[in-house]
């Protein structure tokens, strides 16, 4: 497991909470935000899964010329869900990140 003793990682990682976490949720102790941050990582892998569908499906359209799309509007529209795709793995990246602070912050409270 991580050491996050480094004060500069933890008020880093307090604010990916800010904006992972509704203001509601985080007033919540360390075992409900670490709850709702799953909730959140199930979403993301959702997003993921409907992003990626979304390229195959432009993709094979395209490929196959069953679409009337021109090949400039398909390359944005590919630019764009392939960003997006970027953004949603760094996004669960950062989430993982803070369930691992969470639960590292909640067994240091233990001690």
């Excluded at 959140?40 to 069953?66: C, E, H, M, P, T």
């Excluded at 669960?92 to 409270?109: A, G, M």
């Amino acid at each position: 497991m991580t050491d996050y003793s480094n004060s500069e990682d933890q008020e880093q990682l307090e604010s990916y909470l800010n904006i992972h976490l509704k203001k509601d949720e985080q007033s919540k102790p360390p075992a409900e935000k670490i709850e709702a941050l799953h909730k959140r990582d199930r979403n993301k892998w959702i997003q993921l899964v409907i992003n990626i569908l979304a390229i195959l499906f432009f993709g094979y359209s395209f490929y196959y010329d069953i679409t009337q799309l021109s090949q400039t509007f398909f390359i944005i529209i590919f630019a764009v869900f392939v960003i997006n795709v970027g953004l949603i793995f760094y996004q669960r990246n950062q989430i993982q990140d803070l369930i691992d602070y969470l639960q590292w912050k909640q067994q240091h409270e233990e001690e």
